[in-house]
């Protein structure tokens, strides 16, 4: 699936920079020495290998794996009002998706290829995964567009609260709370109620300086992340790795397009570029016994405890997903927003921009922020083409008015 209103491009329209659409171009311009800035765009594609399902899909949603949590409803378990009241359903997902219990993927480990190599300008996530991070990719890289548990602090006075202390209380499975005002302590994943880091904001128009963008694994169903790929200048390059096409991505001139799982898609352009054995010995330090776990499973021997709970969660969450309909007013409310919005990068190009950058999502604080997180795909089709991205200076000005720039 992705946006119906963004055809691809003719094929007859040659690129403007690469030599032709393709892998193998794509690898001759990275090799060429005129790529130094590659912005990298992800979603839970890049993960679901690792065995964490999406939180967003209906599919593989984590959500109807809890159901047995006995939420009111199952987005609660992200909605900083009723963790306020209730934290215990958090802490229990927290306990379950703690980093330290994954693996990076080889894609993770290629982000990480790209940075040693000097090339990584950006990486901006929507993942709270951390996985980024376990793959060595370091922090001054990453944008956590939706916060993670990287970091944490407390939900009253704000003060950070260190990570040893949340991983003891996390194993032990008790709320963590603050030292000194005794509030509630919550690893700065974005919730239902609560701002998108400054982070995000400070670094969103970084994509026009970069001379690739690779897209990896994200539906860009969510805004405002989903304006990202559309601040790529019009003669730069990207890459979508995905196993759909989403977002406009082959519309532009020099648009490439892999349309298969991450994993095998990043070996494919580590490969065309000489690197595909560097990156197998960079995955291959990522988890040394979880690599010997992942041979003796192919092998037909038992499996291992991870996979083993991975399984359990799919069985899960295939048990309720049917029972869930979690997006159906947010689908409503997302209707009936307005899409807006002047100049940009790509505005010449205006079948390829995905949909709008708006602000007015940034700040709805009836249901919160997460609404765009856990925006369906399926709003995605029915929102209307984008004239263009919204400025830039006018979503930093909402932001800063709406006071969400403050945060620690
Ligand atoms: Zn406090």
């Given at each position: 699936m992705g946006n119906e209103e963004s055809s691809p491009v003719d094929e007859s329209r040659p690129p403007q920079t690469l030599s032709e659409r393709t892998v193998k171009a794509l690898a001759d311009y990275i090799l060429s020495g005129k790529v130094s800035k590659i912005v990298v765009m992800t979603g839970a594609g890049i993960s679901t290998s690792a065995g964490i399902p999406d939180f967003r899909s209906p599919e593989t949603g984590l959500y109807a794996n809890l159901a047995r949590l006995n939420l009111p409803y199952a987005e609660a378990v992200f909605d900083i009002a009723y963790f306020r009241e209730n934290p215990e359903p958090f802490y229990a997902l927290a306990h379950e998706l703690y980093p330290g219990k994954f693996r990076p993927t080889v894609t993770h480990s290629f982000i990480r290829l790209l940075y040693d190599k000097g090339l990584l300008l950006k990486l901006f996530t929507q993942n709270i995964d951390c996985l980024e991070r376990e793959a060595g990719v370091p922090d001054d890289k990453i944008v956590e567009a939706h916060g993670s548990f990287?970091?944490?602090?407390?939900?009253?006075?704000?003060?950070?609260?260190?990570?040893?202390?949340?991983?003891?209380?996390?194993?032990?499975?008790?709320?963590?709370?603050?030292?000194?005002?005794?509030?509630?302590?919550?690893?700065?994943?974005?919730?239902f109620g609560e701002q998108l880091p400054a982070a995000f904001f400070e670094n969103r128009t970084l994509p026009m300086q970069a001379d690739l963008c690779i897209v990896l694994g994200t539906s860009l169903s969510v805004q405002p992340f989903a304006s990202l790929p559309g601040m790529i200048r019009e003669s730069t390059p990207r890459l979508l790795i995905n196993k759909e096409r989403v977002g406009g991505l082959g519309s532009g001139t020099d648009d490439v397009l892999l349309l298969e799982d991450c994993d095998s898609g990043v070996r494919k352009l580590a490969k065309a570029c000489g690197w595909l054995e560097e990156l197998e010995a960079l995955w291959s330090k990522t988890a040394p016994k979880a690599a010997a776990e992942v041979a003796k499973a192919s092998s037909g021997l038992p499996k291992t405890k991870d996979e083993a709970l991975n399984d359990e969660i799919d069985k899960l969450t295939r048990e309720v997903d049917d029972a869930l309909n979690l997006s159906k007013?947010?689908?409503?409310?997302?209707?009936?927003?307005?899409?807006?919005?002047?100049?940009?990068?790509?505005?010449?190009?205006?079948?390829?921009?995905?949909?709008?950058?708006?602000?007015?999502?940034?700040?709805?604080?009836?249901?919160?922020?997460?609404?765009?997180?856990?925006?369906?795909?399926?709003?995605?089709?029915?929102l209307a083409p984008a004239d263009s991205l919204h400025p830039v200076d006018e979503a930093k000005k909402d932001i800063t008015a709406s006071g969400g720039d403050d945060k620690q």
């Open positions: 990287a970091r944490q602090s407390c939900i009253d006075c704000t003060r950070p609260y260190p990570r040893e202390d949340i991983e003891r209380h996390i194993n032990a499975k008790e709320i963590p709370r603050c030292p000194v005002c005794k509030g509630l302590v919550k690893p700065e994943i974005v919730f007013r947010h689908e409503e409310k997302v209707r009936g927003e307005k899409t807006s919005g002047t100049s940009s990068s790509r505005s010449a190009r205006k079948t390829s921009s995905p949909t709008s950058t708006d602000p007015g999502n940034l700040h709805e604080s009836a249901d919160g922020n997460l609404n765009h997180i856990f925006m369906p795909r399926t709003v995605t089709a029915t």
